[in-house]
């Protein structure tokens, strides 16, 4: 076999490799929503905390706010705020002390408890899907 030959061999394994492990900057769970919190109550925390007034939130009446992000692919997101890595636990820590996390945000501290921002972010976790649409595992 030629140099040539070995070469363009690797070359297209490695571009294989690299198409296959392509997840489009999708994040990949191992954990199911109901592990992590109430999804009913985390939706009526998200309404009774106003969090639509910022974010658009598919399931969450009138939550359709423009002043952070929309929250319709979270769960499919990489990264929570453009820098953590999107794990329950990381989406835990960031509702409840985002500025301790990323100090120029204007996501505000809400004083939630850590039960009450695993029940949000078990909501959060379910909007998925080609429309966002909310379905739970």
């Not at 690797?10 to 994040?27: H, K, N």
């Not at 423009?66 to 636990?89: C, D, H, M, Q």
């Amino acid at each position: 076999m030629s140099l040539r030959t070995v070469l363009l061999s690797i070359a297209s394994a490695l571009l294989v490799v690299a198409i296959l492990g392509c997840d489009e900057g999708r994040a990949t769970r191992a954990f199911t929503v109901g592990s992590i919190g109430n999804v009913q109550h985390g939706r009526e925390l998200i309404r009774g905390y106003g969090c639509g007034a910022c974010h658009l939130i598919p399931g969450v009446h009138n939550a359709r706010g423009t002043v952070g992000p929309p929250l319709i692919y979270l769960s499919e997101r990489a990264k929570i705020a453009g820098e953590l890595p999107n794990t329950p636990e990381n989406l835990v820590r960031w509702l409840q002390n985002p500025k301790g996390l990323e100090p120029k945000t204007a996501m505000p501290i809400l004083g939630l408890s850590e039960d009450q921002a695993r029940d949000i972010a078990a909501y959060l976790y379910t909007l998925r899907g080609s429309e966002g649409s909310s379905w739970i595992d």
